[in-house]
């Protein structure tokens, strides 16, 4: 799984330490920012969530040694690559949860007072958070050097935080109405800058 890169301890450690700080990290999110289910709008979203990461990681790895000829030419390269697109990935989760602050839930909830917010990350996507998340799952997929791992962690992203992202949006044009459609007309994409 792991390319040769002079210390396969070395690589281990990296990984491990990078995964773990993904770990903490939502931990600490899902610790400050738990609420009760009464108002939540989700839809069991934040369970396609759950399920996409972890499908994800544990397909791109799996994958990575059913499929080994669909490797990625350099996989050093891939692999520190990787580990630097998980650790990016929580950077810019964590920049977007502070952002929002109290504003944060890992439930879809909104209320009619709740402010819509445009600064930080969010001035440039509607859903940040999700982007750092999603960064995090694709970095697996690119430590394993595989362009099929790679393709099953983005695609298992896609599936879960597109569907958080309908409910997500669903219930924040119903409730904020006219100032959340204002903001997503000034900010066109949901992910990705110029993409989505």
Do not use: C
Request: charged share 15%; glycine share 12%; aromatic share 10%.
């Amino acid at each position: 799984m792991l390319p040769e890169i002079g210390s396969e301890l070395l690589s281990t450690v990296a990984l491990l330490a990078a995964i773990g700080v993904w770990i903490v990290s939502d931990w600490s999110i899902a610790f400050a920012h738990r609420g009760t289910a009464d108002d939540s709008r989700d839809q069991g979203s934040k369970y396609a969530i759950g399920a996409a990461v972890v499908g994800g990681v544990l397909a791109a790895v799996l994958l990575s040694q059913i499929a080994p000829s669909l490797s990625v030419p350099a996989p050093t390269v891939a692999f520190w690559l990787g580990v630097g697109a998980i650790l990016l990935g929580v950077v810019l989760r964590q920049y977007a949860v502070r952002t929002l602050g109290d504003g944060f839930d890992l439930e879809v909830r909104v209320d009619a007072a709740d402010e819509v917010v445009d600064s930080g990350p969010y001035r440039w996507v509607r859903h940040p958070s999700y982007t750092g998340a999603l960064l995090s799952l694709v970095g697996v997929g690119i430590t394993v050097g595989n362009w099929l791992s790679i393709a099953v962690a983005l695609l298992a992203g896609i599936a879960g935080y597109g569907y958080r992202i309908r409910v997500e949006e669903r219930a924040l044009r119903e409730t904020l109405g006219e100032r959340y459609a204002a903001y997503a007309n000034r900010t066109p994409y949901r992910l990705v800058p110029g993409i989505w």
